[in-house]
T-cell receptor, first 114, second 107 residues
Framework: DAGITQSPRHKVTETGTPVTLRCHQT?????MYWYRQDPGHGLRLIHY???????DKGEVSDGYSVSRSKTEDFLLTLESATSSQTSVYFC?????????????FGEGSWLTVV | GIQVEQSPPDLILQEGANSTLRCNFS?????LQWFHQNPWGQLINLFY???GTKQNGRLSATTVATERYSLLYISSSQTTDSGVYFC?????????FGKGTKLTVNP
């Protein structure tokens, strides 16, 4: 199994509070992703990173920011959480290049905004 | 952007039956992957298959890139095959996911 750890795994927070989800990998893979999964929508890309300090937006990036200061860590921040951000958040990694494009997922973080 | 459609949306089988899941996409891609999400939410990569055919045990997949579709075959299904199967397509950096096929295998 790919070495991907998400934290926290479960969180309940109040509307308007900031929340940070952490993704940590031990594979030294270049690409890291944050997806959200909601009923009826499948998995949608929020942001992704193609290297340290190199990030780009996905299809549902409004209300989210990311940072990647080290190869192994990719942080997703909700600056001011809203109820519409209640979701399951998945981190994923891919090696690219020599490692190929196969994507591996973390176990997910369940976030509830009340 | 790329549109991904999976069919059927739901599928119920008896253990031992075979099935075919389909993924259609709207544009040329150089990256296509199939995933299985088990009932506990874990997402497992099944195949990286931008073209051609691959097999892994009872599962096999075929992608016809020129006709913009991919098929996932499950033979002799088992209850552990239950879950949602996702197709994801795109380029070298990011993928767009379909909404999945929910498979239920009854004993």
């Amino acid at each position: 199994d790919a070495g991907i750890t998400q934290s926290p795994r479960h969180k309940v927070t109040e509307t308007g509070t900031p929340v940070t989800l952490r993704c940590h990998q031990t594979e030294n893979h270049r690409y890291m992703y944050w997806y959200r999964q909601d009923p009826g929508h499948g998995l949608r890309l929020i942001h992704y990173s193609y290297g340290v300090k190199d990030t780009d937006k996905g299809e549902v990036s409004d209300g989210y920011s990311v940072s990647r200061s080290k190869t192994e860590d990719f942080l997703l921040t909700l600056e001011s959480a809203t109820s519409s951000q209640t979701s399951v958040y998945f981190c994923a990694i891919a090696g690219g290049g020599f490692f190929g494009n196969t994507i591996y997922f973390g176990e997910g973080s369940w976030l509830t905004v009340v | 952007g790329i549109q991904v459609e999976q069919s059927p949306p739901d599928l119920i089988l008896q253990e031992g039956a075979n099935s075919t899941l389909r993924c259609n996409f709207s544009d040329s891609v150089n990256n296509l992957q199939w995933f299985h999400q088990n009932p506990w939410g874990q997402l497992i990569n099944l195949f990286y298959i931008p073209s051609g055919t691959k097999q892994n045990g009872r599962l096999s997949a075929t992608t016809v890139a020129t006709e913009r579709y991919s098929l996932l075959y499950i033979s002799s299904s088992q209850t552990t095959d239950s879950g949602v199967y996702f197709c994801a397509v795109g380029g070298s950096e990011k993928l767009v996911f379909g909404k999945g096929t929910k498979l239920t295998v009854n004993p």
